[in-house]
């Protein structure tokens, strides 16, 4: 696609449950951010991955959150026994550079809901 | 909390004002970008400014960056009611991979 694209746009869990999200990234991008933007506020870095590698995780907020990007393309964000704080929109953003050094490209985001 | 600080936080002007958004940031920094939000949507690219730059034009847009103080300034000209979004600004951290966003100021333009 000629875009960033995030599935799904909306998804509601119950406290306890796992949910995975999927970021597919414009073809050819290098880099590829997660961010988690509650409301009324800017997005918060969770983690960067370059090609397969996760070269930095210190923005997880806890062990329940795990990422991935196994070939280098689509990541997925996977929260383990959400809880309710755990809500809020998670962004994916992808760049064709190699660092942090220019445009990011922002997916629609995901708005989970922990009832 | 990661985040640089935006004032202000909400503005509120009249269709043809210009509109003043300013940043402040805490790390050494490669470049600058700033982003708009329409509301429940993603975020855009606005412009981009580096470090060994003080001022760039784009359009309506004109960003200022003053190293020695961290600070940033995004002027939106001739606003229009479209103008209506949140505005961020991110700075491209030279200390690592982490592309870092402010808290944003609301503009609403008023037609």
């Known amino acids: 696609g000629a875009g960033v694209s995030q599935s799904p746009r909306y998804k509601v869990a119950k406290r306890g449950q796992d949910v995975a999200l999927r970021c597919d990234p414009i073809?050819?991008?290098?880099?590829l951010f997660w961010y988690q933007q509650a409301l009324g506020q800017g997005p918060e870095f969770l983690t960067y991955?370059?090609?397969?590698?996760?070269?930095?995780k210190s923005g997880l907020p806890s062990d329940r959150f795990f990422a991935e990007r196994p070939e280098g393309s689509v990541s997925t964000l996977k929260i383990q026994r959400t809880q309710q704080e755990d809500s809020a929109v998670y962004l994916c953003?992808?760049?064709?550079?190699?660092?942090?050094?220019?445009?990011?490209?922002f997916g629609e985001g995901s708005r989970l809901t922990v009832l | 909390s990661q985040q640089g600080e935006e004032d202000p936080q909400a503005l509120s002007i009249q269709e043809g004002e210009n509109a003043t958004m300013n940043c402040s940031y805490k790390t050494s920094i490669n470049n600058l970008q700033w982003y708009r939000q329409n509301s429940g949507r993603g975020l855009v690219h606005l412009i981009l400014?580096?470090?060994?730059?003080r001022e760039k034009h784009s359009g309506r847009l004109r960003v200022t960056l003053d190293t020695s103080k961290k600070s940033s300034s995004l002027l939106i000209t001739a606003s229009r009611a479209a103008d209506t979004a949140s505005y961020f600004c991110?700075?491209?951290?030279?200390?690592?991979?982490?592309?870092?966003f402010g808290a944003g100021t609301r503009l609403f333009v008023k037609a």
């Open positions: 991110a700075t491209d951290w030279t200390g690592g991979f982490k592309t870092i």
């Open positions: 991955f370059q090609n397969e590698a996760q070269l930095d």
């Open positions: 953003a992808s760049s064709f550079r190699d660092i942090n050094t220019g445009e990011l490209f």
């Open positions: 073809s050819g991008h290098v880099s």
């Open positions: 400014i580096r470090s060994n730059e």
